[in-house]
């Protein structure tokens, strides 16, 4: 007997029997049969690849399904189909014991950097799609996982793939571009293909590049990586799904097991008989499919199921069946099955029996990721009983039949509104359950429509979804049955029943259209205060997409010849579904010159030295490290109370639990607890008083993270409420509650020059902030060595030396005593430049305390919660200006969300006011700034530092004076834009100014003219769709504004080998710094890169290092590295004279027998700087970095989404050290920008609750959001005589030019006001989300549902 037909399997009896011991669980992972003996109900299967099995490739990014670094391939032998299906699934939310019988295979599982790495591997890596490489192995495997169903998929399966994969480095582009030589349309022949080569690098080069003008302009130079250097993809080579299942699945009906855990017993019966005496005898148990529900439940709600039955392999509830009605799904097949089965009958059946099929397939095309569908289970949806379910309303429209069934058998109800009696019930008895759902067919005369309205149109929640069906009389467009239901509206998915009664046997008219509307806004109400927020959108939401549904209707009626009148043809757009177009992109850069030695890598575009490690998962990050023995795990905890004193806090509940070793307040502290990166004006941990909602008080120390996590909300905190409660902008000016100083910069005469001015406009704008959602969220691992205080961190920070000295200070011993190492980040973004340190402290202060390793890795949702992110902004302005545009005075005041503490505030204002002019010459100016104290999070450094907002407030007056004028944005911008030459308004000179030859060569490859002209023509032609435009250029100070930072150092080692050790001042968090060390280094030294290695950024090489920010790292650290390598150069240049013909080992040989130093310090610093705020003199800035893009946007009136239609990008990075990473940087930082100006927003409550905690509810850009059409161009002939090899930092200044397609949009939403008679300026808040979009496009629809009057109701969530 095999040992998988399981002797120690349960039989029906011992199912039923609460007292029998558990099963064994079997399963393979990677090939390798793994039997567990006690699985644990609790437990994700990712947690155990990481933990038990030590397979880290695979990743922690949110634990929700909401980012897809946790994607693994999960297999299963499906016998009634006689073949083997595989799935990407999400690691983080299956469950541990449904996974009895399948096999997983993981990044670690297809390919290695030892072995060989698999093709799906190696693309990302050199088309250089990895940066911090945290989401590589998960986008790796939702790649894998569609290429063993489909090996040669179109673009349209790549993009639906990584629907449920999120990245916030690269800006996708690389990815998909990568990706795309495994399609049909261009599949690489691997270098096979041709005689000379590869068939995308050999003649047909319309393969790679689609932009014409890079043809036209002969500037095409030598792609980013030669696909011929990729190996062909071999399906015949996957590893085979393991034979002792596939015999198994092919022997045996599903096994019945019981696993039993430490809280949670698992059940998984065998036959729906089975399952129902379980329901009857645990009534109260929760069944599970997919757990993407259950799941979320327990992790972040804290619920506790006791008891789980796991219906997932019942026969009766997997079973499709097609009736006379309609199509019988059982309740547990996926979502994906039921999206297979629906796309089959659509192909098949007349279109008018279709039209429920093809709405819910219009559904799932944004219904979560693939990861997600795949597993979810069409019941599950249903049974959550969600409000913004996007299933259930098109459901209840249609009329679904659902069939219920106990012990006490059968019964079948029509989903109506009766069968959700409130939030989250069912109608479901405790003893029932769902077995199937009939979708039925619809009939001719009738129509169907779904329409689902999210932030992000793909893996995003619904803000409202609905169903719509309207029966007419027979040849008739007389109503005869109605059904509008909808999701978001109310506490259940609810109908329209009065709108639907009222329009009955009416006219599909225009008359029927208005009676609609004024009903539907009567009856589709909400309270202001509405849980979710945004009242005045949804309310609109349910006319605009009635609207929609009655244009649709109209031109079916139409075309069936039942209507006369045709839908006019400029409103037709408004009834098309969104059809994503593949994008298309070019890069454009500088070819090293003629006669650059080959081994000469600077200037080259060479992949990121960790991209392949990163690919097949090998990559080495903080929580990767194998725990230590004896290690322990920390959880924080923190604060529920925005403002309040601590009366008690009491620990015996917590202290009591299962693994916890003891937890740590204040007190414990044994050096100081006052912290922070500039000022010590915070407490590492709370001592009597806690200023934000999140503010760390303690932590509970445990063996296990799920030990401990349990018990910090174990931990009860009784507080006293104090006033004021200071959350927004608005309220710290209302209380001036400011930090200190007050920045001002000023410059001319305002008086002189608002008296000068033909027109002076006045105005204000308020922009978000943003979380930096760095796939990788804080961690630190602290190791107490034992002697003498010393302690080892092992830490993802932007900043080893702040983190060391703040331990230090802690603990109370000198820094020497503390060593922080970074290996490397899964991203940083400036979110781990001052507010990883409380972590860091926190840890080491346990470790020390406790003499034991302790681990902390941040669950996303406390991550968001207490890190902080970027600054909020609120301007006021003051422009005066000539008829002609140009600009003669301007006066902003800029206030800024600081947060609970200074953190790095102070240099963001300073940064945003010294970026308060953007690129354009005022000659009289004043800027000032206010840093609002509040009782939030302290908000802190990221990707811009303040030059963002300062910016984009300066453009948001420029467009509206524009605007006002009646003028061309384009022609006003030109007109105000620096020249070489003229002073900033710190009395900066510009020298070397690059902005005209940006501006005109963005202009060249965007065909401004003609796209402007294409535009107008559109918008002609479509009421209900707009398009618009805008080029922005942006200008960034290259320079810490913080003087004493600007140095630092680098030391070099030389072995005897010849081997080359490198270490310098600046963490790798993606940006590929290492890798340009490398390469100056390899310059310098004059010796291939090959040789030289960097393992680590730490304390005790390179001391007193500056953060890695403020895009100066590799400035500062190239000129370090140059500096150090210099000096070994000369060390060795006797022994290269001496020797002329020896090689580089020979010359390190002879040095060393001669006791030569092998070894150097570098260090630099950067000359002349430094700027006097008092006097308003000096240079703050090394150089600045210039840029411009444009871009072109496609708005929806009538539901406010956004179609990226069009970038491009000129920047100058000078001679660019490595092309690929500057485009990359240039990429991604964009990418941030448009999630920062576009969607990306943070809800507060009124207290100071952070609701958006997770990919669930806060969304970052994702595939889908790049535009249509991408052009990056690095400016050629453009060599920086201030930084190494003449090159120019690039990190932080491309974000800005996303403001572009914010201007674009505002464009786009002024010709929406022109068709309701408005015109001239007006405000347009950031991010331009859809609901700020669809607000301001005012119309009939808008009209109808207008805004409660401020002050009369407390708002769910508030600006902060
Ligand atoms: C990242 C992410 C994105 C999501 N996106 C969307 C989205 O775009 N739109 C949307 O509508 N939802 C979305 N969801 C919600 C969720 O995925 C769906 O509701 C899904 O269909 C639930 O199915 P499941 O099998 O995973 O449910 P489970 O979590 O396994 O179960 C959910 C509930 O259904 C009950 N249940 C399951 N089967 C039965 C049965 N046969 N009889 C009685 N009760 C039963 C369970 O007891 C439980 O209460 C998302 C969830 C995640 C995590
Ligand atoms: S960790 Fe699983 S989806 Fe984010
Ligand atoms: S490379 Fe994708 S998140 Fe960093």
Not at 386 to 398: G, Q
Not at 662 to 676: E, L, R, Y
Not at 1312 to 1330: H, M, Q, V, W
């Amino acid at each position: 007997m095999s040992d998988l037909t399981y002797g120690k399997q349960t039989n029906r009896n011992n199912l039923m029997d609460p007292n029998m011991s558990g099963d064994e669980l079997v399963f393979f992972v990677n090939g390798k049969k793994i039997i567990e003996k006690h699985p644990d109900p609790e437990m994700t299967l990712l947690t155990y690849l990481r933990r038990k099995l030590g397979l880290t490739g695979s990743k922690l990014g949110c634990a929700e399904g909401g980012c897809g670094a946790c994607t693994v391939m999960l297999s299963k032998y499906q016998p009634h189909l006689r073949r083997v299906l595989h799935h990407s699934v999400n690691g983080c939310l299956a469950p541990l014991c449904s996974l009895h019988h399948c096999a997983v295979t993981t990044v670690e599982g297809i390919g290695s950097v030892a072995g060989k790495l698999h093709p799906v591997q190696e693309r990302i890596a050199k088309s250089h799609g990895s940066q911090c490489g945290f989401c590589t192995p998960g986008i790796v495997m939702s790649m894998y996982a569609l290429l063993r169903n489909n090996p040669t998929p179109c673009m349209a399966d790549i993009e639906e793939a990584f629907q449920g994969n999120l990245c916030r480095c690269t800006g996708y582009r690389p990815i998909l571009e990568g990706y795309k030589t495994f399609t049909k349309e261009r599949r690489c022949c691997g270098g096979k293909g041709k005689e000379n080569g590869c068939c995308m690098t050999n003649g047909d080069k319309t393969n790679m590049y689609t932009d014409e003008h890079a043809y036209r302009t002969s500037v095409l130079p030598a792609p980013l990586y030669d696909p011929a250097d990729f190996q062909p993809l071999d399906p015949t080579q996957e590893i085979i799904f393991p034979p002792e299942l596939m015999s198994l699945g092919k022997g045996q009906s599903s096994p019945q097991l019981r696993f039993r855990g430490e809280r949670v017993l698992w059940l998984q019966p065998a036959s729906l008989e089975q399952l129902l005496d379980l329901k009857t005898q645990y009534p109260n148990a929760k069944m599970v499919v997919g757990n993407t529900e259950v799941g979320i439940e327990m992790k972040f709600k804290n619920l506790l199921y006791p008891v789980i039955l796991a219906p997932a392999y019942i026969p009766e509830l997997n079973t499709v069946q097609h009736t006379d009605e309609g199509i019988v799904f059982g309740a547990s097949c996926s979502l994906t099955l039921l999206g297979d089965v629906l796309k089959a009958a659509v192909g098949e059946l007349p279109p008018h029996q279709t039209e429920v099929f093809a709405a819910v397939l219009e559904q799932l095309r944004w219904f979560a990721g693939l990861q997600i569908r795949n597993v979810a289970a069409i019941g599950g949806n249903i049974m959550t009983a969600s409000p913004i379910s996007d299933l259930n309303p098109v459901f209840m429209a249609a009329g679904c039949k659902l069939t219920l069934m106990s012990k006490g058998g059968e019964r079948v109800v029509v989903m109506d509104e009766k069968f959700f009696p409130g939030y989250r019930r069912t109608i479901l008895t405790p003893e029932e359950v769902l077995l199937c759902v009939l979708i039925p067919y619809t009939k001719k005369g009738q129509y169907f429509a779904a329409y689902k309205q999210s932030p992000r149109r793909e893996d995003d929640i619904s803000i409202v979804t609905s169903g719509m069906s309207v029966t007419f009389a027979e040849g008739s467009s007389v109503v005869k049955h109605l059904a509008l239901s909808y999701g978001g509206m109310a506490a259940t998915t609810v109908l329209a029943k009065n709108t639907a009664s009222r329009l009955l046997g009416k006219q599909w008219k225009e008359e029927l259209l208005q009676d609609a509307c004024s009903s539907l806004a009567e009856e589709m109400t909400l309270h202001p205060s509405a849980p979710g927020g945004m009242v005045t959108y949804r309310r609109t939401l349910t006319l605009s997409l009635f609207y929609k549904f009655y244009l649709t209707v109209q031109q079916k009626l139409a075309s069936e010849g039942v209507y006369k009148d045709v839908v006019r043809a400029d409103y037709i757009s408004a009834t098309e579904i969104y059809h994503h177009k593949s994008p298309s992109s070019v890069q454009i850069f500088q070819a090293v010159p003629d006669g650059q030695k080959e081994e000469d890598v600077v200037g080259r575009p060479m992949m990121h030295l960790s991209a392949m490690k990163q690919a097949t998962g090998e990559a080495v990050y903080c929580d990767d490290i194998p725990l230590y023995e004896n290690e322990l795990y920390l959880c924080l905890i923190t604060s529920t109370k925005a403002h309040a004193h601590i009366l008690s806090i009491d620990t015996s509940e917590a202290e009591s639990m299962p693994g916890v070793v003891s937890c740590v307040f204040a007190k414990d502290i044994p050096g100081s607890n006052m912290t922070g990166p500039a000022v010590y004006d915070e407490t590492v941990l709370a001592d009597d008083m806690v200023t934000c909602v999140g503010h760390i008080i303690g932590a509970v120390v445990a063996d296990t993270q799920a030990h401990a996590q349990r018990a910090a909300k174990a931990v009860r905190i009784t507080y006293q409420e104090l006033q004021p409660v200071i959350i927004t902008i608005q309220d710290a000016i209302t209380h001036q509650s400011f930090f200190q100083p007050v920045r001002t910069i000023q410059r001319g005469d305002l008086d002189q020059g608002f008296t000068q001015a033909d027109h002076i406009l006045e105005g204000e704008m308020h922009m978000g902030g943003q979380e930096h959602f760095y796939l990788e969220t804080n961690v630190t691992v602290a190791v107490p060595k034992g002697e003498d205080g010393e302690m080892e961190l092992f830490v993802s920070t932007q900043s080893a030396t702040k983190t060391q000295s703040l331990v230090a200070k802690a603990l109370g011993v000198p820094a020497s005593r503390v060593v922080v190492r970074v290996k490397r980040m899964g991203g940083g973004f400036g979110g781990k430049e001052s507010r990883s340190t409380t972590l860091s402290t926190v840890v080491a202060v346990a470790a020390y305390r406790l003499k034991r390793p302790v681990r902390c890795m941040l669950d996303r949702d406390e991550d968001m919660l207490v890190t902080g992110g970027r600054h909020p902004f609120y301007g006021r302005y003051k422009v005066g200006f000539m008829k002609s545009g140009k600009v003669v005075a301007l006066e902003v005041t800029y206030y800024n969300n600081a947060g609970n503490s200074m953190d790095l505030s102070l240099s963001i204002m300073e940064r945003a006011l010294f970026h308060m002019e953007n690129s354009y010459s005022i000659a009289n100016i004043r800027g000032r700034g206010y840093m609002c104290k509040t009782h939030l999070p302290s908000n802190t450094a990221f990707r811009g530092f303040g030059g963002p907002q300062g910016m984009l407030i300066a453009e948001s007056w420029m467009s509206d004076m524009a605007l006002s004028l009646g003028l061309p944005a384009e022609q006003v911008r030109r007109l105000n834009m620096y020249s070489q030459g003229e002073r900033t308004p710190y009395s900066q000179i510009l020298e070397h100014i690059t902005l005209d030859r940006c501006w005109d060569e963005c202009l060249e490859i965007s065909q401004v003219n003609q796209r402007r002209a294409g535009i107008e023509q559109y918008n002609r032609k479509h009421r209900w769709t707009k398009r618009g435009l805008a080029v922005v250029p942006t200008k960034f100070g290259i320079s810490y504004t913080a003087l004493f930072l600007n140095q630092a150092g680098a030391l070099v080692h030389i072995y005897t080998d010849g081997s080359v050790l490198l270490t310098h001042g600046g963490t790798e968090m993606g940006q590929g710094l290492h890798t340009k060390m490398v390469q100056v280094a390899s310059r310098t030294l004059g010796i291939p890169g090959s040789k030289i290695h960097i393992t680590e950024t730490s304390t005790n090489t390179v001391p007193n290092t500056s953060p890695t920010a403020a895009s100066a790292s590799s400035d500062l650290n190239g000129a370090a590295v140059h500096n150090a390598c210099e000096i070994l150069l000369h060390r060795l240049e006797p022994y290269k004279t001496k020797n002329p013909n020896g090689c580089w080992e020979d010359w390190v040989r002879a040095a060393y027998f001669d006791r030569v130093s092998l070894s150097a310090n570098g260090f630099y610093k950067t000359p002349d700087l430094g700027y006097d705020f008092e006097t308003n003199t000096g240079r703050p800035f090394n150089y600045f970095t210039y840029g411009v893009a444009c871009s072109e946007v496609e708005i929806d009136c009538l539901t406010g989404s956004h179609k990226n239609i069009h970038t491009s990008i000129v920047m100058d990075v000078g001679n660019s050290l490595n092309p690929a990473l500057d485009i990359g940087q240039v990429e991604g930082g964009f990418m941030q920008g448009v999630g920062l100006y576009t969607l990306e927003e943070l809800k507060y409550s009124p207290q100071g609750y952070l609701f958006t905690r997770g990919p669930g509810m806060y969304k970052i850009p994702a595939f889908g959001d790049i535009p249509t059409d991408l052009t990056v161009s690095l400016l050629r002939d453009a060599p920086n005589d201030k930084a190494i090899f003449s090159s120019k930092a690039v990190g932080e200044p491309p974000l800005f030019l996303a403001a572009s397609v914010f201007f674009a949009i505002k464009d786009a939403i002024t010709a929406a006001r022109k068709e309701s008679g408005l015109s001239g300026p007006f405000r347009l808040d950031s991010p331009a989300t859809p609901e700020r979009i669809r607000n301001t496009c005012e119309d009939r629809f808008t009209k109808l549902c207008p805004p409660a009057e401020p002050g009369t109701f407390t708002p769910w969530a508030v600006v902060v």
